[in-house]
């Protein structure tokens, strides 16, 4: 894990906000539209607005955005990360730890069917010599043959 993953903590060194959008997407490692993105999704609003009318955003919101980064690479939904926003709002750590319980059995299931689909695959190529008649082609008759 990099040190930019990192899950930061109230001991973590502040950024001294407020920030613009284009500052916090820098710091955060993402584009200004994905931080419009989150804003639409209601995962990440402004904290406030310059007397221009310019967003501003502090620490805070920093903090939250690199929690959606991170959740999002470990496979978490947007639906799901709003409501681990909404959890780590409310302390509820026995409903985070059975969301990411959810998110693990999910990711389990997705492995051992993906592993499926290698070895099936991986059985295709191995009988296919490939050269030869297409009809004679071992991975196109699977294919042709195989129960919807």
């Given at each position: 894990?990099?040190?930019?993953?990192?899950?930061?903590?109230?001991?973590?060194?502040?950024?001294?906000?407020?920030?613009?959008?284009?500052?916090?997407?820098?710091?955060?490692?993402?584009?200004?539209?994905?931080?419009?993105?989150?804003?639409?999704?209601?995962?990440?609003?402004?904290?406030?607005?310059?007397?221009?009318?310019?967003?501003?955003?502090?620490?805070?919101?920093?903090?939250?955005?690199?929690?959606?980064?991170?959740?999002?690479?470990?496979?978490?939904?947007?639906?799901?990360?709003?409501?681990?926003?909404?959890?780590?709002?409310?302390?509820?750590?026995?409903?985070?730890?059975?969301?990411?319980?959810?998110k693990l059995a999910d990711v389990?299931?997705?492995?051992?069917?993906?592993?499926?689909v290698r070895n099936a695959l991986?059985?295709?190529?191995?009988?296919?010599?490939?050269?030869?008649?297409?009809?004679?082609?071992?991975?196109?008759?699977?294919?042709?043959?195989?129960?919807?």
């Amino acid at each position: 894990m990099r040190d930019s993953d990192a899950i930061p903590t109230s001991r973590n060194k502040p950024t001294s906000g407020p920030h613009t959008i284009g500052r916090l997407a820098a710091l955060a490692g993402v584009g200004i539209d994905t931080v419009r993105y989150y804003e639409r999704a209601g995962l990440l609003q402004p904290a406030g607005r310059s007397a221009s009318g310019y967003r501003r955003y502090g620490d805070e919101e920093l903090r939250q955005l690199r929690f959606i980064r991170r959740a999002q690479r470990l496979g978490f939904t947007l639906q799901e990360i709003q409501e681990l926003l909404a959890l780590s709002r409310k302390k509820g750590v026995r409903a985070v730890r059975a969301a990411a319980q959810a998110k693990l059995a999910d990711v389990e299931l997705r492995i051992a069917e993906l592993s499926r689909v290698r070895n099936a695959l991986a059985g295709l190529v191995e009988a296919c010599p490939g050269h030869g008649p297409l009809s004679d082609c071992p991975i196109l008759r699977a294919l042709d043959e195989a129960p919807a």
